[in-house]
């Protein structure tokens, strides 16, 4: 059985939302307005147990923060919801900015 809940790269989450993933920005509000990127869902991990209707089970999903570890939480969350492919996007923005990958403010 594949592995289906791990982390993955700023470069190949960008490639599965090239593809069609979901990416879902679990950062609270400031965090959001200071820089994100663009295709991304805001979605606040306070947030996420009432919005669960609202994600999509047929398609990957990857979780973002600021560092990786409230979208690690946002991923066992996810994954005991019945979320069968869910990625961190290991090392949140900090990684994807150190990467010099493109955020809007």
């Known amino acids: 059985m594949e592995e289906t809940l791990h982390d993955i ?7 599965r939302i090239a593809a069609g993933a979901l990416l879902i920005d ?4 400031d965090e959001w307005d200071d820089g994100h990127v663009a295709e991304a869902r805001h ?11 609202t994600l999509p089970k047929e398609c990957e999903l990857i979780v973002l ?3 990786g570890k ?3 939480r946002a991923r066992a969350f996810l994954a005991t919801q019945g979320y069968d492919r869910v990625y961190n ?5 900090l990684a994807w900015v150190r990467d010099g990958l493109p955020v809007i403010t």
């Open 9 to 15: 790269t700023p470069t190949e989450a960008r490639r």
């Open 65 to 67: 923060c600021h560092s």
């Open 70 to 72: 409230r979208s690690a």
């Open 26 to 29: 679990v950062r609270e509000r």
């Open 43 to 53: 979605l606040p991990l306070a947030e996420l147990p009432d919005c669960m209707g």
């Open 89 to 93: 996007l290991d090392g949140g923005m």
